[in-house]
């Protein structure tokens, strides 16, 4: 799963590949689908959101857990903190980006399920 959950994620970000990717329309919909399955379907569609999530969190973009790693590490070969200023900006930045995906998944979700 962790393999997969790479592949579909380069193939989003360095091909605009957007078949395999979904957002939170498309997880209540493969939710609704394990249920109807059975426990062990949701068990594995539990690990597999789990999996996403935390590739995700580890992404170099700010305001998630990748992008401070980033920052951390120019901050150490710098030898010297980011401002305040400069942290807060490239977070709004990471922000926007993260809000601007999730509304483009949502719209691509809604157009998968209306035909």
């Not at 997969?4 to 994620?9: C, I, M, N, V």
């Not at 070969?77 to 995906?101: D, H, Y």
Request: aromatic residues 8%; charged residues 10%.
């Amino acid at each position: 799963m962790t393999v997969e959950t790479f592949k579909a994620l380069g193939g989003f970000l360095f091909m605009g590949q957007t078949e395999n990717v979904g957002g939170i329309v498309q997880t209540a919909v493969m939710v609704g689908y394990a249920v109807q399955s059975g426990l062990a379907m949701v068990i594995m569609l539990a690990s597999m959101i789990n999996i996403s999530l935390g590739i995700f969190n580890l992404l170099p973009i700010p305001a998630l857990d990748g992008g401070k790693l980033v920052l951390y590490a120019v901050e150490g070969a710098r030898r010297k903190p980011a401002s305040e200023r400069l942290e807060g900006a490239l977070n709004l930045v990471g922000f926007v980006f993260i809000i601007g995906l999730a509304v483009f998944l949502v719209f691509k979700d809604v157009g998968q399920l209306m035909g």
